[in-house]
């Protein structure tokens, strides 16, 4: 491998997020990932995002020195849970599961509707107040030391003046980053989608563009700090609900979480060139302004530089190598049939049809059904994947219930 190859990879190791949001997710599977992500330390995931149920494991399975944070969502995938299941939600995350970032999506769908453009400007920008304000709720209730990353699901808003306002309300709302998609629509992550975004995060850093709604400041330089101090003090006191005189894009430095069909190595190096065009080197060099989050990501730059056997794979499931039986039985003193694994299917998770096939390598991955998932290497070697209880954590915690889709 050519030196600037392996530099590209060490450069997206350092922005990387592991995310592990399959439906076929479970503590073993979890545990597996999370070794081979860490097995360097120089190249471990800035972040590893999945369920706050499987946040002790993370903990658990990461090494004592690691760095890298814990980050779990809310109001996930739809980002239409009520008010007060959000609040509960939150508090698991923060309270219970101690988690560093929160991944949080907006209610999006209500910029999909064509009555808010249709029909009355004055309804868009009532949407707009509405969603700003909820995010500085959630933004308030994590605390300050906590980083809300706003997921907005680019691919479903199909016009550049809505996503525009969708991305002024997740600045004004006090996102610390915008996470383009969640992974679970058809429509992923795309270039013409992440330029509108590009525009309104370079808008948002050089101070150039104000709120739909709001007087700008202009010129005055006075007045423009007097908003800038006004802003910083509701910020702090945590209710960041702005008069609508002085609601104003500011500026700020707010960074980009790319998610959503980055699978690839040559799928991200286009988009971080396309990132890096419109916002520098240094923006897409630094995990605190700039990440990627992918299953698979991860995992093909530690094989890329690592040299890890290109071993049987779930690829599109959690980009890692299932364990085989004796090393379950040895680990967690469970009894299981040869090459059987102890798995978790949410009834709730859509499962793609039967008998798709997808060549990865020199491996085909079928999927059955929705109650196995049957990995077979052209060898004739399989290992089996069913569905069994998670045994919970019995600590005192508000129910929640998650959607996976």
């Given at each position: 491998?050519?030196?600037?190859?392996?530099?590209?990879?060490?450069?997206?190791?350092?922005?990387?997020?592991?995310?592990?949001?399959?439906?076929?997710?479970?503590?073993?599977?979890?545990?597996?990932?999370?070794?081979?992500?860490?097995?360097?330390?120089?190249?471990?995931?800035?972040?590893?995002?999945?369920?706050?149920?499987?946040?002790?494991?993370?903990?658990?399975?990461?090494?004592?020195?690691?760095?890298?944070?814990?980050?779990?969502?809310?109001?996930?995938?739809?980002?239409?849970?009520?008010?007060?299941?959000?609040?509960?939600?939150?508090?698991?995350?923060?309270?219970?599961?101690?988690?560093?970032?929160?991944?949080?999506?907006?209610?999006?769908?209500?910029?999909?509707?064509?009555?808010?453009?249709?029909?009355?400007?004055?309804?868009?920008?009532?949407?707009?107040?509405?969603?700003?304000?909820?995010?500085?709720?959630?933004?308030?209730?994590?605390?300050?030391?906590?980083?809300?990353?706003?997921?907005?699901?680019?691919?479903?808003?199909?016009?550049?003046?809505?996503?525009?306002?969708?991305?002024?309300?997740?600045?004004?709302?006090?996102?610390?980053?915008?996470?383009?998609?969640?992974?679970?629509?058809?429509?992923?992550?795309?270039?013409?989608?992440?330029?509108?975004?590009?525009?309104?995060?370079?808008?948002?850093?050089?101070?150039?563009?104000?709120?739909?709604?709001?007087?700008?400041?202009?010129?005055?330089?006075?007045?423009?700090?007097?908003?800038?101090?006004?802003?910083?003090?509701?910020?702090?006191?945590?209710?960041?609900?702005?008069?609508?005189?002085?609601?104003?894009?500011?500026?700020?430095?707010?960074?980009?979480?790319?998610?959503?069909?980055?699978?690839?190595?040559?799928?991200?190096?286009?988009?971080?060139?396309?990132?890096?065009?419109?916002?520098?080197?240094?923006?897409?060099?630094?995990?605190?302004?700039?990440?990627?989050?992918?299953?698979?990501?991860?995992?093909?730059?530690?094989?890329?530089?690592?040299?890890?056997?290109d071993e049987l794979r779930i690829i599109h499931t959690l980009g890692i190598k299932p364990i085989n039986a004796e090393?379950?039985?040895?680990?967690?003193?469970?009894?299981?049939?040869?090459?059987?694994?102890?798995?978790?299917?949410?009834?709730?998770?859509?499962?793609?049809?039967?008998?798709?096939?997808?060549?990865?390598?020199?491996?085909?991955?079928?999927?059955?059904?929705?109650?196995?998932?049957?990995?077979?290497?052209?060898?004739?070697?399989?290992?089996?994947?069913?569905?069994?209880?998670?045994?919970?954590?019995?600590?005192?915690?508000?129910?929640?219930?998650?959607?996976?889709?």
């Amino acid at each position: 491998m050519k030196e600037d190859q392996k530099e590209f990879l060490r450069k997206i190791a350092n922005v990387c997020e592991l995310t592990l949001y399959t439906s076929e997710m479970n503590n073993k599977l979890l545990r597996n990932a999370i070794r081979e992500a860490s097995s360097d330390q120089l190249l471990a995931p800035v972040s590893i995002s999945t369920y706050p149920q499987f946040i002790p494991s993370v903990k658990h399975s990461l090494p004592e020195n690691s760095s890298t944070a814990l980050s779990t969502v809310v109001a996930w995938p739809r980002g239409d849970g009520c008010s007060e299941a959000i609040d509960a939600e939150i508090y698991n995350a923060v309270e219970y599961y101690k988690v560093h970032e929160i991944e949080y999506v907006v209610d999006y769908r209500s910029f999909i509707y064509p009555m808010l453009y249709k029909y009355t400007h004055q309804l868009l920008l009532q949407q707009m107040e509405k969603v700003i304000n909820e995010i500085a709720r959630v933004k308030s209730l994590i605390g300050p030391n906590i980083l809300l990353k706003v997921v907005l699901e680019i691919g479903e808003i199909n016009e550049a003046s809505r996503l525009s306002s969708l991305v002024r309300c997740a600045i004004l709302g006090g996102a610390d980053f915008i996470v383009t998609c969640t992974g679970k629509v058809k429509k992923g992550l795309n270039s013409q989608d992440l330029k509108q975004l590009l525009i309104e995060v370079k808008s948002s850093i050089e101070g150039e563009s104000p709120c739909d709604k709001e007087i700008a400041a202009g010129d005055d330089e006075e007045v423009l700090e007097g908003l800038q101090a006004y802003y910083d003090e509701c910020f702090v006191k945590g209710t960041l609900i702005l008069p609508n005189r002085l609601r104003y894009l500011q500026k700020r430095k707010v960074g980009i979480k790319l998610q959503g069909g980055v699978s690839s190595l040559d799928i991200a190096r286009e988009f971080i060139k396309q990132v890096e065009d419109v916002l520098g080197n240094e923006y897409v060099s630094s995990p605190n302004t700039f990440r990627i989050g992918s299953s698979t990501l991860h995992p093909l730059i530690i094989q890329e530089l690592l040299g890890i056997d290109d071993e049987l794979r779930i690829i599109h499931t959690l980009g890692i190598k299932p364990i085989n039986a004796e090393q379950v039985n040895q680990e967690d003193n469970i009894s299981s049939p040869e090459n059987e694994l102890v798995g978790i299917s949410h009834p709730s998770a859509p499962i793609s049809s039967n008998q798709t096939r997808e060549k990865i390598g020199s491996q085909e991955v079928i999927d059955i059904n929705k109650d196995i998932i049957k990995v077979e290497a052209l060898n004739g070697d399989k290992t089996i994947i069913s569905d069994s209880d998670l045994v919970g954590n019995k600590s005192k915690v508000i129910s929640v219930e998650y959607l996976i889709n």
